[in-house]
C-alpha cells in the first residue's frame, strides 16, 4: 500500500482507512474513535487519529515530551 502525506492544504481528507497515529492500526472510520486536533508552529491543522483513549494518551505524553525546544 502507498500512503501519501500531503503537508499544508488537504482540504478533503481519504474517506477509505485511518490508522491510528500512535500504534499504526487500522481503525473503523464508521465507529468511534478518539481524534485530536492540533495546529502546529507553521499555522497547520493536524488530525491525529487513534485507536483507543489509551493511544491517545500515550501518544499526547510523547508528543508534549517531544516538543519541549
Ligand atoms: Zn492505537
Known amino acids: 500500500m502507498d500512503r501519501q502525506r500531503m503537508d499544508g492544504n488537504s482540504s478533503d481528507f481519504p474517506d477509505d482507512e485511518q490508522v491510528c497515529a500512535n500504534c499504526g492500526d487500522s481503525i473503523e472510520i464508521g465507529s468511534w474513535h478518539p481524534v485530536l486536533a ?31 525546544e
Not at 487513534?50 to 508534549?64: A, G, L, M, N
Open 38 to 68: 492540533e495546529t502546529d508552529a507553521s499555522g497547520v491543522f493536524h488530525l491525529h487519529p487513534f485507536c483507543s483513549p489509551y493511544c491517545r494518551d500515550v501518544w499526547h505524553r510523547t508528543q508534549t515530551t517531544q516538543n519541549q
